[in-house]
């Protein structure tokens, strides 16, 4: 049932309970529904609370609960904190039944977090290889999307259509040999917005790089070495060729950030050994290298603009992220303490300017600020003293760290740029899954050793 849960996390299907309206328009941030992932990891829950319950000789799995550790564990009273610092946010939240919803994902987030990071009972690498098998597919939907420049809808998978003439869509402007202006869409996968999808493809490359390169630590057997290189180069392809058609700026430089992390840090790294030329896995490097070399060939012009050119769709994101910045610092003067109530953020805005059409009411494109705007200046101190702790032991012993911290800097990346990791369903749940994995001990046989 986890592996169920963590591969089909990026599945959007769900039941709109109560949409979220705003002058007549929909607003996705003020929505509150329930999700095929809430009752997978419901169900999931409930199993394990009945087998927790059940004597030893009648009990359906066999589970070595958690370890708990004897000495304090700060990590875990910052975060407790900081879970009563958003259920405290709820008696400020002018909306507060939205309020009292974010408060519950928080809470299975933080569950997903404790499972991931504490528990033994699963399988650490079929957890990895669920969780990859879940991005590729969002892979060959993005691949798909931008080269028939189509999508379509279902609401059965969640998919919702994506026009690129539509105003509002995400797209990118390239001209033509004659001249003339088109419309690219932005690869969507299935989930919300191209920089999500950007984001989960970063996670899932890095993710990939670790394995590659610390596969001694994941005990990867010689029997299975074959398979080992064949599956995850073709993922690592397909991931790079998708993560390409999203144009995500800060999903490119979490890879680039990312992936030199792991290849400097891993001190055990596969690649600086002595690379047969003719074997397999150099084969599938210069193979897939050169595809995707051509790849990035035919798009350049398209990435150049997005990465490097001051085009008129960029200035106009620029302006609406700076304007952004600065809603969110007037909301925090607002109630610096106490914060808007969690998920509360827009009517913060709509306080303010109460006459503008759904859309305008956006978070702003930073985690800390949001949440700051949400809960308030203590529970945000609260969040990064919990993060902070997490990364001060990885730094501690960076060496055999070098994929958790890759993970950080990416996440890191993506929170100064982006909301979506605490401002959506889908969102709250891959944070806190990917700081599960981030605290692993990697080859540790003390802690839930790779199987």
């Known amino acids: 049932m986890l592996y169920l849960l963590v591969f089909l996390l990026p599945l959007q299907t769900r039941l709109i309970i109560r949409p979220g309206m705003v002058n007549f328009g929909y607003l996705e941030y003020g929505t509150i529904s329930l999700y095929l992932t809430d009752i997978i990891l419901v169900v ?18 066999t589970v070595n609960w958690f370890s708990f550790k004897t000495k304090t564990d700060y990590a875990l009273i910052a975060l407790a904190l900081l879970e009563l610092t958003v259920f405290i946010s709820i008696f400020f939240a002018p909306y507060k039944l939205l309020a009292i919803y974010k408060y519950v994902l928080f809470l299975l987030g933080i569950i997903i977090f404790l499972i991931i990071s504490r528990s033994k009972f699963f399988s650490r690498l079929k957890l990895i290889y669920s969780l990859l098998a879940g991005i590729f597919l969002q892979s060959l939907l993005a691949i798909y999307q931008f080269i028939t420049q189509s999508t379509f809808s279902s609401k059965i998978l969640g998919l919702a259509a994506h026009d690129p003439v539509i105003a509002g869509v995400s797209i990118i402007e390239v001209y033509n040999r ?17 920089n999500i999808l950007g984001g989960v493809l970063a996670v899932g490359i890095i993710i990939l790089l670790g394995l590659l390169v610390e596969r001694k630590k ?15 180069y073709s993922l690592l392809f397909f991931f790079s060729v998708a993560l390409l058609f999203t144009f995500s700026r800060a999903a490119y430089l979490a890879v680039l950030i990312g992936g030199a992390t792991v290849l400097l840090l891993s001190g055990s790294c596969h690649l600086r050994q002595k690379m047969d030329p003719k074997s397999l896995e150099c084969g599938f490097i210069l193979g897939f290298g050169l595809l995707f070399i051509v790849v ?3 798009l350049f012009s398209a990435v150049d603009i997005r990465l ?7 200035q106009i994101s620029n302006r609406e992220r700076i ?44 985690v800390l600020l949001l949440m700051t705007a949400e809960i308030g200046v ?10 902070g702790i997490i990364v001060w032991r990885k730094l501690a012993n960076f060496r055999p760290n070098g994929l958790s911290l890759a993970l ?18 889908f969102g709250i749940f891959w944070f806190w899954l990917i700081l599960g994995i981030i605290t692993w001990e990697i080859g540790d046989k003390k802690f839930g050793a790779v199987k």
Not at 44 to 61: E, G, R, V
Not at 378 to 387: D, N
């Open 323 to 366: 304007g952004g910045y600065a809603e969110a610092v007037y909301s925090i003067m607002a109630r610096p303490l106490t914060g808007w109530g969690a998920g509360n953020y827009y009517l913060s805005l709509y306080s303010r300017e109460p006459y503008f059409p759904s859309y305008f009411y956006q978070p702003a494109h930073n």
């Open 308 to 314: 490097f050119n001051d085009s008129r769709l960029e």
């Open 296 to 298: 990035c060939s035919m």
């Open 44 to 61: 999931l829950l409930s199993l394990l609370a009945l087998n927790f319950l059940l004597p030893p000789t009648k009990k359906f799995l």
């Open 378 to 387: 203590i529970g945000t101190l609260f969040f990064v003293l919990f993060v």
């Open 178 to 194: 004659q001249g003339l202006l088109l419309r690219w869409l932005r690869s969507y996968g299935g989930l919300d917005h191209p």
């Open 408 to 425: 950080i800097f990416a996440f890191l990346i993506i929170a100064m740029v982006d909301h979506w990791l605490w401002s959506l369903h």
């Open 218 to 232: 994941w005990q990867i057997s010689e029997k299975h070495k074959r398979l080992f290189i064949i599956v995850n």
